[in-house]
């Protein structure tokens, strides 16, 4: 049991890093687009502070990485 999970880890992140790596050069390009100083993941939850004037950028990324949803 132990051997399938260690297993199932080291394929799962293996599928997942090609979609980490073009999320992450997409996150830096709408940043450098839209002249940002930092883009946080707020599902982290580990923002102390967010402006009233902050922006959402999901759409945009979304829109870079051809997701229609």
């Known amino acids: 049991q132990q051997n399938a ?3 199932y880890n080291q394929k799962s992140n293996e599928l ?3 979609i980490l790596e073009k999320l992450d050069k ?3 390009e709408v940043g450098k687009e839209g002249g940002f100083m ?3 993941d707020t599902s982290s939850n580990t ?3 967010i402006s ?3 922006q959402n950028v999901t759409a945009q990324v ?3 990485l051809g997701i229609k949803k």
Request: glycine share 4%; hydrophobic share 40%; proline share 10%.
């Open 38 to 40: 930092y883009i946080f």
């Open 62 to 64: 979304k829109a870079k």
């Open 5 to 7: 999970s260690t297993e």
């Open 47 to 49: 923002i102390p502070y």
């Open 16 to 18: 997942l890093q090609p």
């Open 52 to 54: 009233a004037d902050s």
């Open 26 to 28: 997409v996150i830096g």
